[in-house]
Antibody
């Protein structure tokens, strides 16, 4: 079975930084696009960032561009999200999600497996 | 970015009802649309991909249709387990945007 487990969330002050991790198991991690999707308290789903299977291609939502960086270590089956210059509006549960494709460009990216999420709270 | 708009935002229904949720894209996404179900405090679950393909393990009372800019999710006979919030998501081009959600409530 596919298993995705996020960690690294917590309380951080505005302007601060956090690094989220997502440990993957139960599938060939190096062959799938991986993604971060977030959900603010009581709100809907909001795509944040995606990375191709090789890690060579990434896309970020406009709201996080220049502040968040997605990366992966295929030798450790782990996905990361480096978050800098955090704002109150970044407060959310951050989900790691798998897409059933290897590439991003020209591919159909939807999310067939999700982790349980990790809560990030940005507040002073 | 492609904008996704769902209607209605909230839907009240009874067990056994046929339920339809609509999702509109701001420009054509051919058939690149997915539907998810999320229950309170739970992780989203993929129901439908490529507009009409049923994800493995999803009950056949769920179906999807549409292409271009207009799509529907239909639950043929609502069950107690189906009361949840449903989201559409375009998979055509980045940013891979979601609709705002449709909450299906017990009437």
């Amino acid at each position: 079975d596919v298993h995705l487990s996020e960690s690294g969330g917590g309380l951080v002050q505005p302007g601060g930084s956090l690094r989220l991790s997502c440990a993957a198991s139960g599938f060939a991690f190096s062959t799938n696009v991986m993604n971060w999707v977030r959900q603010a308290p009581g709100k809907g789903l909001d795509w944040v960032s995606s990375i191709s299977a090789t890690g060579r291609t990434t896309f970020n939502a406009g709201s996080v561009k220049g502040r968040f960086t997605i990366s992966r270590d295929n030798s450790r089956n782990t996905l990361y999200l480096e978050m800098n210059s955090l704002r109150a509006e970044d407060t959310a549960i951050y989900f790691c999600a798998r897409a059933p494709s290897e590439r991003l460009v020209g591919a159909r990216v939807y999310f067939d497996s999700w982790g349980q999420g990790t809560l990030v709270t940005v507040s002073s | 970015d492609i904008q996704m708009t769902q209607s209605p935002s909230t839907l009240s229904a009874s067990v056994g009802d046929r339920v339809t949720i609509t999702c509109r894209a701001s420009r054509s996404i051919t058939n690149c649309l997915a539907w998810y179900q999320q229950k309170p405090g739970k992780v989203p679950k993929l129901l439908i991909y490529e507009a009409s393909s049923l994800e493995s393990g999803v009950p056949s009372r769920f179906s999807g249709s549409g292409s271009g800019t207009e799509f529907t999710l239909t639950i043929s006979s609502l069950q107690a387990d189906d009361f949840a919030t449903y989201y559409c998501q375009q998979c055509s081009s980045p940013a891979w945007t979601f609709g705002q959600g449709t909450k299906v409530e017990i009437q």
